[in-house]
Structure formats: structure tokens, C-alpha cells
């Protein structure tokens, strides 16, 4: 519109089109969400490795039975590293 200070070419819009509106992430950058969710994949890794050396000195030194306690909490760990590594992209 002539008069209001806008350009009749439609390509200096300052409106961005679909392109470039789209949320897409360049390659080797996490989100703040992927971050956030392998910060707390790390986290469980910890204290499972921690529960996991906790269950085994208790099952070896007073009851037997925490040992199958301290192999899960192992599992439990393995899984949460994986997957805090596959979070921040390495695979």
C-alpha cells in the first residue's frame, strides 16, 4: 500500500514464509528438551551404579539376596547411560 511505508516487493517482508518458520535444529545441536532428558538419564545412571554398589556390599557382608538387588540396579544403569548418550546424539 502506497502512503504507509511498505515496499511493494513482497521478498523484503520482514514475515517470515514456511521454510523458514519451521523448528528444525542444525546438525550437532540438542534442544534444551533433549539436554534436560539426558541430564536426567545421567542422573539415574548414578544412582543406580551407586544402588547397584550399595546392594552388593550389603548382599555380600549380611543377606544373599541383595545381590539380585545390585545386578537389576546394574541393568538399570547400563540402560540409563545408553540412553544419556544417545540423547546428547552418540551412538
Known amino acids: ?7 511493494d516487493d513482497p521478498r523484503e517482508s520482514n514475515v517470515p ?3 523458514t ?8 545441536i540438542v ?5 534436560l532428558v539426558g541430564l536426567g538419564f545421567i542422573w539415574l545412571t548414578a544412582v543406580a551404579a551407586f544402588g547397584a554398589l550399595a546392594a552388593t556390599v550389603y548382599g555380600v557382608t549380611t543377606s ?5 538387588v545390585a545386578v537389576l540396579a546394574a541393568v538399570v544403569a547400563v540402560y540409563a547411560g545408553s540412553a544419556s548418550l544417545r540423547a ?3 551412538r
Open 88 to 90: 546428547f546424539g552418540y
Open 1 to 7: 500500500m502506497p502512503g504507509f511505508g511498505m515496499d
Open 64 to 68: 544373599i539376596p541383595y545381590l539380585l
Open 31 to 35: 534442544s534444551i528438551r533433549g539436554a
Open 17 to 19: 514464509d514456511e521454510a
Open 21 to 28: 518458520a519451521t523448528a528444525e535444529t542444525a546438525d550437532g
